[in-house]
Structure formats: C-alpha cells, structure tokens
C-alpha cells in the first residue's frame, strides 16, 4: 500500500477484516503435574490457536473453580503464507503453555471464544472452544485422568475432485477410549455444523472427504473426549465421588464387553455443573457407544479445511506428494528424552508439483529445515517438565505446482518424553567425531560385534580405543562411511554404530543395536579482520560442540608468500595501495567447500554498526577494485582490493566476512549458487519465518583492529606489515541418539558466543 494511501482506505480495510473474521481454528490439552506443598493441583495447559496473523488468545473459567495462572509462556509453533485467499494468505499457528495453581480436584469448564471465523462455506461466524477438566483420582490409575492427545494442522487443503481420509490423532495417555465428534451444543462449538461431503467416523477418529459441490474453506468445530475402559470412579479430596458411566440401562446394553456390572447412578451429569442439555440428548445424530456416557475430559478440535480446486490425478506421487521412507507411520510413536533433541525426518515425491515445504504442528519450540536432498528435518526438544508427558506432532508436506498448491495425506506422531536410556556422548573436532557409549548403560552389547557404515579401513575399527567401561569410537569425518548432509544452517556429519552377526558379513538379519550419532556444525561464521594488535586464533571446544576455524590473515603481495607478520601491528596503510586478504577453512573435510559470502568495511568494529561499505554481497563483487585469486583448494580464498577511507573523521577500517562451509560437489547448496543478484525476486513458495532467517548470515563475530589508514596518499612506502586475524568460531552441536529396539537422540546445544572486541 502506497504510503499516500488515504486513511479512511486504512479505516476501511480494517473494518471490512474485522467482519471477514481471522480464525482458523484452536485446539487445547492438558497434563495434570502433582500436587503443591499447599495442596493445591498443578496443571499444564497447552492451548493453540491459528489466525491470520500470530495471536494469542486467552481462555476464562466458565464454571467452576479454574486456579490462577502461575506461568504462561508463548511463541510460534509454524506459518505459512499459502493460507486462504482474501486477506494476508497467511496463516500463524501459536502456543501458549499455561501452569496454574487450583484449589479443588472438581471438575471445571475453561472457554474462549470470540468472533470471528475465517469466511467458510459453511457459515461459522462467532468461534466457542470448550474444556472440561476434572482432576479427581482414578479408581485404576490412582492419579488424575489425563487428557486425550491430539492435534491437527489448522489449515488442510483437499482437491474437490479427490477423496480423502484425515485420520486424527487421538491417542490417550491413560489407556482410555477417545472419541471424536462433531460439536453439537453450544458453548463448545457456535454454529455447530456438521457439513455435508463429510463423514466423521466418530469411534476411529477419522474424517473422510467424499465430495462437495461448493470448494471453499468449510469449518470444523470437532471435540475429543476419553472414556474409560473399564468401571472406574472418581474420588475428590472433598469426600465425595464419581463414575463417568453409562446414566440409563438400556445405553449400556450396547456396550460391547458387558462383563462387569454397570452401576446405575443417576446423576453424574452432576459432575458438569452445567445448565446446558447433554449431548447424549442428541444420540440420533451421533449414534455410538459413547453417546449416553460422561467423558472423563473433553478437548476442542477446530479448523479449517479448504475444499480446492480441482486436480487432473488425485493419485498421490503425481500432483499430491506422496511421503516416502524415512517418514514416521501415521500414528507411530517416538521416544524423547529431556534435553535432547528429539529429529525425525519427512519426505515426500510428486512427480507433478514441487514438494518445498513441510507445515508442522507440534510443542512450542519445534522447529522444521529443509535438506539440500530435499528432506524435512523436524526437531524439538523436551525440558525437565516435559518428562512423562506425550506430544502430538502432525505433519503434512506440500507441493507446487504453478500457484496451485497440493498437500500430502496427514501423518501425526506421538512424542513420549522420558528418561535417558542410553548413556554416551559424542565429542566433535573439526576433522573427527568422538563417540563413547558406557557399556553398562546398553544391555546386549558385544564389543566385537560392532561396527560402523563402512568397516573396511582398519581406523574404523571400534575396539582399538575401547576400554573396559565404555565402547570408544574415533571417527573421521571423511571416513569409515561417514554421511556428509547440509540443510540452511548446518553441514552434518553421521554415521552408525550397529550390531553385526559374523565379521564377513555385510548383511545382518538380527538388527538389535544401533546407536546413530551425528556431529553438526553451523555451516556460517564471521571472519573479520582488524588492524591492530595481533591475537591468537581462538578456538573453543566444549562437550558436544564441534568447531570449524576460519583463518582470516593479510599477504605482502599478490603471489600470497609472505604472510603480514603479527608482530608489526598496529600498521599504516595508504589509501589505493592494494590490500591482499586470504581466507581458509582450517577444516581437513575432503568433500566441502568455502564460500565467501559476504565482505564488508566498517569504521567500527561492531557487527551492528551502520552503514557498512560492502565488498562481496551475496556471493557477487560489489567493490570494483576486487580481484580474486586462484585458491589453492576448494577451502580457500584469496583476493586483493585496493585501500580506502571512510569519509568523516574515520581512519579506521574493519573488515568482515561472512563464510560459508558446504558439502562439496552437491548443486543444490548455497556454495554452488555462487553470486546470486540481491535485486532478484526471492523464490516463491515457502514463506516460513525461521526458514528465511537461516538464510542470514550466523551469528558469531570476533575480530581485532583497526587499521589505520594515512591521510596523504603522497606519503612514502609504509609499512605494509599489516594485522592479521584469526578466527571466527563456529558454534557447533552435536548430537547423539541412542536406539535399543527404539531409536531416539541425544543433543546437547548450546552456542558460545565471542566477544572480543578491543580498539
Ligand atoms: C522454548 O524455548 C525458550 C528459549 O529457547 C525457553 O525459554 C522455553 O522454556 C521453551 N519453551 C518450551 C515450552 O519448551
Ligand atoms: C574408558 O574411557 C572413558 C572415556 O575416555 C573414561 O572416562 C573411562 O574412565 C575409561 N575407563 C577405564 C576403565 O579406563
Ligand atoms: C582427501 O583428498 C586427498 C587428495 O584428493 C586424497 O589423497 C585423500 O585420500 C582424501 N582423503 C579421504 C579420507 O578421502
Ligand atoms: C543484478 O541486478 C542488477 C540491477 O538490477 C542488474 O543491473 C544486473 O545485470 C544483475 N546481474 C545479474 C548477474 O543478473
Ligand atoms: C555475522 O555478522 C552479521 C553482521 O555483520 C550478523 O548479522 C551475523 O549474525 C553474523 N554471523 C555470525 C555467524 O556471527
């Protein structure tokens, strides 16, 4: 919008926005966590909501005694810009993690609503969503109920000509039967429709699209509930008690195991203080077992789902991507453990749209990258008040074909965070991984039948630094069939340890042991030169770090022999005298390569300082004087440009470098672009935040300085003995993930930063 754009337009827009409505849809769970020393219960609520934009909203008691909040914390699961067409095209999908305090085990109702819904087919205008918690303890488990785990993506998209089935996740924690249903009262729902095209088969949780003849965004206002397995009872701190059983006789006759006997309470809708009809008032549209049955909680499921445009081949692999290996099954269950970083990874193919993104929803700080080979690496990781609890995170990939976009089916795993099985570590160096696995910590293992991807060379042979209490293996990173991967941020290096049965064999059939392990290095750094004293290259290494050097350092001449000495610092130089400047990646890696991605000049040697005079952007020369020397290899860079002085008061110069290390020889890294024109239009399709962010440069900046720069340029030879400067870290992490019959990670992340400045 052009800024003369006249206000009442600003007003008008506003208004129109407000009536077209936002909300895409919401979801909430929770996790009850014990008692306090003042008896009160402590209970996690996860509540997300999708809008055009990122947006919290708040949830208020609407009976009973809800507690107060005693933590709240917020952020963005994912976004994406192929929302609704209309507004932003934008859809933001946020989590607010809430703790409270309450007072009493009896149950209680939390609500938000608030208007109004994205426009739909279906006519939803007002949006209610409705929890239902009660912390009484379980006659079976002896604990609060737990509620069910679900979640869905707020916005899917189905072709109008192809049939779909979304199976929703509806896992529960306690054991308990979830059933999936459309709402049908208010508040926890407000239109409460139930559109046609659709059949929702309310006992397997799965929603299935047959046809609609109107395409459109239609509005599901869906709700989770758990039931018990078997006769339970609820028992409150106040006396009293519960049971969340079939209210008339003849329900219970269609229950299908009627083994025990049912009791015949006749109140426990008694549990709901409530005025509004029960929902088993309305069995003749949701015919089940459960119709007539109080659940043990209830949770909302609402979103939005776009009936699209009609597709030439509803086969999947063609325009819709189709997922391939190594993605998780629908319904697959992961190990996690606390503080590490729990990855898995998404593929799909189509042979008829280009798969570029993945849309995720999951806990509050996961996060999603995209491979050079054009995987979907998902990551997250549990903290200390995750343990025990499960996680749903559900996933669908998306494929472009001209402007239309296609999705993929929907795949929702569980998350169970636990404890820490497997005991090792792995040590990152910048030419080799260190892995130790304590023995005692992995039953079944025996030394001599282990081994790595390629056990052919004799360094890979992991007994040669074992001892009696750990497996110790010392891996290069170019050997023993170490895997080289890069994403935006990072080059990986992975490898395996696995258990084999004879030594000749290169096939097992008894696969009991995998231990996979992973070094990962950020694949950018800053190098900076300055021009005064000299420092030693700094390097930190810590636990689970690994590091790449870069060596940033002047030359007396173009032939690059003689190296400026550290010692003649600070130094003087005159303006158009040539400048000689030599980077290398201390890095032995074979297969990757150096990238100078951007270089520029500053008066300051503060990496916020503007503005900066650039000297290589993107990859391209800016700066006219620049020339660029054969490399000795493909870790190297040399170049040449001629002095120069800020105008003003600045005699000083600093000079930056952002680099790059990638996986030699693969087309599709940022090395292998080369100069990319910064004018030119960034590529369509994924718009997801934390994607274009990893497109910037890193993170770390260490430098010295300055350099001084004469004022004549009459003036004699100077000493041309200028500073050099050495380093730039690179944060590294790595990462371990144990297996045994389950297959799970470890990380350890953590960035140092440098802070050496000095004038
Ligand atoms: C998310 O990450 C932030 C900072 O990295 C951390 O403070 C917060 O506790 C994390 N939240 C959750 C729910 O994991
Ligand atoms: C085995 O090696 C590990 C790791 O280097 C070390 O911590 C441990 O003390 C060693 N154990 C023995 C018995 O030497
Ligand atoms: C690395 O490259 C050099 C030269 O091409 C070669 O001699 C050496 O064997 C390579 N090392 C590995 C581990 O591949
Ligand atoms: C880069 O963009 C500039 C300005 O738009 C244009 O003049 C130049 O030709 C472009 N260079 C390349 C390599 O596309
Ligand atoms: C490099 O410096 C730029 C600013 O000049 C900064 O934005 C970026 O985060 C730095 N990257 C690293 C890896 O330090």
């Not at 491979?371 to 549990?382: A, K, L, S, Y």
Request: hydrophobic content about 30%; charged content about 20%; aromatic content about 10%.
């Amino acid at each position: 919008m052009s800024p003369s754009t006249p206000v009442l337009l600003h007003l008008l827009l506003l208004v129109s926005l407000a009536s077209a409505g936002h909300f895409y849809g919401g979801t909430m769970s929770f996790t009850p966590k014990g008692r306090n020393a003042d008896g009160t219960f402590k209970v996690d609520f996860r509540y997300k909501n999708t809008h055009d934009w990122c947006d919290y909203e708040g949830w208020y008691c609407s009976t009973g005694n809800c507690g107060s909040s005693v933590k709240d914390v917020r952020g963005t699961i994912d976004s994406s810009s192929r929302g609704r067409s209309g507004y932003n095209n934008q859809w933001c999908e946020t989590e607010t993690v809430e703790t409270k305090d309450i007072p009493s085990d009896k149950p209680f109702q939390l609500l938000q609503n608030s208007c109004c819904w994205i426009p739909t087919v279906n006519g939803l205008l007002s949006w209610s969503l409705e929890t239902q918690v009660d912390l009484g303890t379980r006659s079976d488990t002896g604990e609060p109920n737990r509620s069910p785990v679900t979640a869905i993506l707020p916005f899917i998209r189905v072709p109008q000509n192809c049939q779909r089935s979304y199976n929703l996740m509806a896992f529960d924690p306690d054991g308990d039967r979830v059933r999936c249903r459309y709402g049908l009262v208010r508040p926890e729902c407000d239109r409460c429709d139930q559109p046609s095209g659709f059949y929702l088969d309310q006992d397997s949780c799965s929603l299935q699209y047959g046809y609609t003849s109107t395409s459109g965004v239609y509005g599901f206002e869906l709700v989770v509930e758990d039931f018990p397995n078997q006769h339970i009872t609820l028992s409150y701190t106040d006396g009293s008690t519960a049971s969340p059983w079939p209210t008339t006789t003849n329900t219970w006759a269609r229950w299908p195991t009627t083994a025990s006997p049912l009791p015949t309470t006749t109140n426990t809708w008694a549990r709901w203080p409530t005025t509004t009809t029960p929902w088993s008032s309305t069995t003749s549209t949701t015919e089940s077992l459960y119709s007539s049955t109080a659940p043990l909680s209830k949770l909302p499921l609402h979103f939005s789902l776009l009936v699209d445009s009609i597709v030439p081949s509803c086969d999947e692999g063609m325009y819709l991507p189709r997922f391939v290996q190594p993605t998780p099954h629908n319904g697959e269950h992961l190990h996690a453990e606390v503080n590490k970083e729990l990855e898995f990874r998404v593929k799909a193919e189509a042979t008829h749209s280009t798969v570029n993104d993945v849309i995720v929803s999951g806990p509050l700080n996961i996060t999603n990258h995209m491979t050079t080979q054009g995987e979907f690496v998902i990551r997250w990781t549990p903290i200390r008040d995750n343990l025990g609890e499960y996680f749903p995170i559900c996933f669908i990939t998306e494929g472009l074909s001209g402007s239309s976009v296609y999705q993929s089916e929907m795949r929702c795993v569980v998350v169970e965070v636990g404890r820490r099985k497997v005991k090792a570590k792995v040590v990152c160096d910048e030419t080799k991984m260190t892995v130790e696995v304590e023995k005692s910590s992995v039953t079944g293992i025996h030394e001599d039948h282990l081994r790595l991807n390629d056990p052919s060379n004799s360094a890979c042979d992991l007994q040669r630094f074992s001892n009696n209490t750990h497996i110790i293996g010392v891996i290069p990173l170019n050997a023993c069939g170490t895997q080289i991967e890069e994403d935006d941020d990072n080059l990986i290096f992975k490898n395996e340890i696995t258990t084999f049965d004879n030594p000749n064999d290169i096939i097992t059939r008894h696969h009991q042991v995998e231990i996979q392990f992973y070094c990962q290095y950020a694949k950018r750094g800053n190098v900076s030169l300055g021009f005064t004293a000299h420092r030693d290259s700094i390097t930190v290494v810590e636990k689970g770090f690994g590091t790449f050097t870069y060596q940033f350092e002047f030359y007396q001449t173009s032939q690059f022999t003689n190296m400026v000495d550290p010692r003649d610092y600070p130094l003087d130089v005159v303006v158009k005298q040539m400048l000689y400047m030599d980077i290398e990646a201390v890095s032995t890696v074979n297969n990757t390569e150096l990238f100078v991605e951007s270089c520029r000049a500053a008066p300051y040697d503060n990496p916020n300082y503007h503005p900066t005079y650039p000297i290589i952007e993107n990859g391209c020369i800016v700066d006219e004087t620049v020339q660029i020397f054969s490399p000795r290899h493909q870790r190297h860079f040399q170049f040449g440009m001629e002095a120069f002085k800020f105008i003003g008061m600045h005699d000083q110069v600093y000079i930056s470098c952002s680099v790059i290390l990638c996986e030699a020889g693969n087309p599709n890294t940022r090395c292998a672009q080369g100069c990319v024109n910064s004018t030119s239009p960034q590529p369509a399709g994924h718009h997801h935040r934390k994607r274009e962010a990893a497109m910037q440069t890193a993170k770390h900046h260490i430098s010295q300085g300055p350099l001084r720069l004469r004022r004549s340029s009459e003036s004699s030879v100077t000493n041309m003995n200028m500073g050099l400067m050495v380093g730039c870290i690179v944060a590294a992490v790595a990462m371990l993930c144990g297996v045994m019959l389950y297959k799970d990670k470890t990380s350890g992340v953590k960035y140092q930063p440098l802070t050496t400045f000095e004038t």
